[in-house]
């Protein structure tokens, strides 16, 4: 949570500082530590959830990544189109906090036994 709001503080505060260069590097600098910190979370978390297959769960951590950055760009096209510019970090920050509430959502939720 503590990287969410990190996150969500360097994309908002990204666009503001656009003509101050120690503005624009704080708030870069604080978006690429956390967005680095939360892709390796990620990744050790997938890590230990599928031990007997950790290539598969390398893979899917990247293939998710990689699907996140494309949506990101589709939709981020369509904030600048519709909103400028200056949308852009609170849509990116809508998206954390959507994601922040479904995985609080998805630790609710008890697993289900499968019968093996």
Same mark, same amino acid.
């Given at each position: *949570? *503590? /990287? +969410?709001? /990190?996150?969500? #503080?360097?994309?908002?505060?990204? @666009? !503001?500082? %656009? ?13 690429? @530590?956390?967005?680095? #910190? ?5 990744? =050790?978390?997938? *890590?230990?959830?599928? !031990?007997?297959? !950790? ?6 951590? %990247?293939? &998710? ?9 589709? %939709?981020?096209?369509? =904030?600048?189109?519709? =909103?400028?510019?200056? &949308?852009?970090? /609170?849509?990116?920050?809508?998206? %954390?906090? #959507? ?7 998805? *630790?609710? /939720?008890? !697993?289900?036994? @499968? +019968? =093996?």
């Amino acid at each position: *949570m *503590m /990287f +969410c709001a /990190f996150m969500i #503080a360097g994309l908002v505060t990204l @666009v !503001p500082n %656009i003509h101050s260069p120690f503005g624009l590097a704080a708030a870069m600098g604080i978006w690429g @530590v956390t967005q680095a #910190a939360l892709f390796l979370v990620s990744h =050790v978390r997938l *890590m230990k959830a599928a !031990p007997e297959a !950790p290539a598969f769960a390398a893979s899917l951590n %990247i293939a &998710g990544a990689n699907l996140g950055i494309g949506l990101g760009a589709m %939709i981020g096209g369509r =904030v600048i189109d519709s =909103v400028g510019l200056q &949308g852009l970090g /609170f849509a990116a920050a809508g998206f %954390i906090l #959507a994601s922040i509430l479904l995985a609080i959502a998805l *630790m609710t /939720f008890k !697993p289900r036994e @499968v +019968c =093996v």
